[in-house]
């Protein structure tokens, strides 16, 4: 947490956290690699994790001997390391919530529902009556638009939806 | 056929109206993430086939050219890459944009793309077969060293630590591992899991590691998406061209790293990009600060990644090797149109092989207005697009992308959640540039370092296979330098701040 200075603590916890997460998975990978019916399949991601694995030991065994100090938080930071909470979750919920509702809803009706809905929580400004009817129509140009240019033009065959086929 | 005759050939109507759309259909499809050089190539080749060869080679490239100049748009204005190639563009594009120079990194994007473009062009015109060698002298180890003195530039990407940059970079190759091995089809690392069957697709990951983050940022505040001055001020061209004067050196190196990269196959503008901008930093003069806004990583990068598309071209028309993904795509159209590549292609269809390269280069010189044209439409737009519509725009933007790329839900979802990841690593000082390039860089390190290895058993010589052939030396004490420089250049810099004390 930023200070009144704009310093921040300069402890790695964070960072350890993550090394330690990394040591794990490198270890799994090994694991995994015993499983594999050739050789040659093994020798490269083996040889990867256990350097992984190292790397990861040097950034904890850093932080244990790492001196406490402070560092230097500029404010465009220290907004980044702020901000709400509740719209980050909802944004990277409503992303994957959309991801797998499109092979059952449809690329175009979840592009649209999940679009709305991300509009709902990007928006910090108030609504006013031109915004409640723009913004919808904009977002809605701009969601088939494109999937025409996918579906039409470049020929992607995009999800119809198990539901509605 | 003579230079001029081909010149003049080029120049007919309907080649420069070609070569007008091509930049123009690439440039668009290069500035959507998700949507690569290779497959801008790939979704308009079919367009050629009722062509004559020439126009449809002079098409083929323009569109190719263009889309690797517009992956730059996304990387300056959304800090992610459009394609692949623009990974290093997003490193000082980005922030430029943020701090309110979104319309000088535009237009400085375009100018290197375009003198990249005409020195890659160049020595496609100039000296296709003699550069075609360095191609064939490269073989599996020489690729394992190659891809080693890739990841050795992850000392030039850490932003702070090293040891988290190498970390995150190994971390990358791991992740590269992920799904059916290409060399003898074991299913590796996907822990039971069929969503991970196909792998991790590179474009799917540079899109959720460089993007998401952006876009979980984005949201979580009220403020600017960039910082905008308030008066107009144009295309900021006169400034541009200043600062391409002043960085000259950086410009033609990274030009010539473009066409080199270019030339090797496989490696393409991702590695060029990366190596050039590197190459870029390590030289880099007191004051310049990389990656926190420095022309000249825009100007290495972009200037490199256009080069590789005429250096692509040399190996793939004088050997039938295609430089680069989107050459593999126009040597098919290329068989289609009944043209048999090799070195006597120059000789046997010289009319048709220069009339392509002046048609390229013409493309090039049109990417000029054309791609400030569109900068500037693109930089106005996002400036101008309220942040409520910006995250949900880009956000469906990643989303129809990523599944653009293989047709699969499960690529989507892998996106959102490695940038989830790249988001968490990146607030702990893991970077995502090193984990990308260690992506990038898995296959070509893995499938050269297990030929090498087989070859070398069956020789019984590994020493010799790995460290005793000539250009694997040379990349070897390139990569030792890679490595040793930052830390040699601090040591002198520590020792001449303390003679200045004295």
């Known amino acids: 947490m930023s200070n009144d200075s704009g310093t921040t603590p300069a402890s790695d916890a964070g960072a350890a956290i993550v090394a330690a997460l990394l040591v794990i998975f490198g270890a799994a990978a090994v694991w995994d690699t015993y499983s594999y019916f050739d050789f040659d399949s093994a020798v490269f991601p083996r ?20 001196r406490a100090g402070y560092v230097s938080v500029s404010p465009a930071e220290a907004a980044e390391n702020g901000g709400s909470w509740p719209r980050r979750i909802a944004l990277v919920i409503v992303m994957l919530a959309a991801a797998l509702a499109m092979p059952w809803l449809g690329f175009l009706i ?27 129509i904009v977002g809605l140009a701009i969601v088939v638009g494109f999937y025409f240019l996918f579906a039409k033009l470049l020929m992607v065959p995009l999800p119809a939806g198990r539901w509605f086929v | 056929m003579s230079g001029l005759e ?62 690797i100049y517009g992956g730059a748009y996304s990387a300056i204005l959304l800090n992610t890459p459009g394609t692949p190639s623009a990974i290093a563009t997003t490193l000082d594009g980005y922030p430029m944009a943020r701090r309110g120079d979104g319309d000088l990194a535009m237009t400085l994007a375009c100018l290197a793309s375009v003198v990249g473009g005409l020195i890659g062009a160049l020595a496609l015109l100039t000296l296709a077969p003699p550069l075609s060698r360095v191609a064939l ?132 503008g991702s590695v060029a990009g990366i190596v050039a901008y590197s190459e870029a930093r390590r030289t880099a003069r007191p004051g310049e600060q990389y990656g926190k806004g420095e022309p000249g990583g825009i100007i290495a990068s972009e200037s490199a990644n256009n080069a590789t598309v005429g250096g692509g071209f040399i190996p793939t028309l004088v050997l039938g090797i295609p430089g680069t993904p989107p050459d593999a795509v126009i040597l098919g159209a290329l068989l289609v149109q009944g043209l048999r590549t090799g070195p006597s292609l120059f000789t046997d269809h010289g009319d048709i092989v220069y009339t392509f390269i002046w048609g ?3 493309a090039t010189i049109l990417m000029l207005p054309i791609g400030l044209l569109l900068g500037r439409y693109a930089y106005k737009s996002i400036i101008t697009l309220p942040k409520a519509l910006l995250v949900p725009s880009v956000a469906f933007m990643t989303m129809i ?22 988001w968490v690593l990146g607030r702990f000082g893991f970077a ?4 990308v390039l260690g992506l990038i860089l898995g296959p070509i390190a893995e499938q050269g370092f297990v030929q090498a290895w087989t070859i070398g058993s069956a020789q019984g010589d590994l020493a010799g296979m790995f460290f005793g052939r000539p250009i694997s030396m040379a990349i070897i004490a390139f990569t030792i330098f890679s490595l040793a420089s930052p830390i040699l250049m601090r040591r002198w810099k520590l020792k001449a701040e303390a003679a200045h004390v004295e």
């Open chain 1, 47 to 66: 040889t990867v994790a256990a350097v992984l694995i190292l790397l990861a030991l040097g950034v904890l065994v850093r932080w244990l001997f790492q």
């Open chain 1, 110 to 136: 979840t592009a649209i529902i999940s679009f709305g809905v991300l509009l709902v929580i990007a928006m910090h400004d108030p609504w006013t009556p031109g915004r409640i009817v723009v913004y919808p």
């Open chain 2, 6 to 67: 081909a010149l003049l050939a080029a120049l007919t109507p309907l080649n420069l109206l070609l070569a007008l759309a091509g930049v123009v259909a690439g440039a668009a499809i290069g500035a959507i993430p998700g949507l690569t050089a290779t497959m801008a190539v790939a979704v308009l080749v079919p367009f050629t086939f009722g062509m004559p060869p020439a126009p449809a080679l002079i098409l083929m490239g323009a569109i190719y050219t263009g889309a």
């Open chain 2, 137 to 268: 002298a490269f073989g599996p180890v020489e690729y394992f060293w190659l891809a080693i003195f890739g990841l050795s530039l992850i000392s030039a990407l850490s932003e702070g630590s090293l040891l988290k940059g190498l970390a995150g970079g190994a971390f990358g190759l791991l992740v590269s591992c992920i799904g059916v091995a290409e060399v003898s089809a074991d299913v590796r690392l996907t822990f039971g899991s069929q969503t991970l069957v196909g792998g991790i697709n590179v474009v799917a990951a540079l899109i959720g590691m460089f993007c998401i983050p952006v876009l979980i940022d984005l949201v979580a505040t009220p403020g600017r998406h960039l910082n905008v001055v308030a008066e107009p001020r144009g295309f900021r061209l006169a400034e541009a061209v200043r600062v391409l004067i002043q960085k000259k050196f950086n410009l033609i190196r990274s030009s010539v790293v473009g066409t080199v990269v270019g030339i090797l196959p496989g490696a393409g």
């Open chain 2, 360 to 362: 390229l280069l013409i």
């Open chain 2, 401 to 422: 992308g990523t599944y653009a790329i293989r047709n699969s839900v499960s690529d989507v979802v892998i996106m959102i959640v490695l940038g989830v990841i790249g």
């Open chain 2, 432 to 435: 995502a540039a090193p984990i």
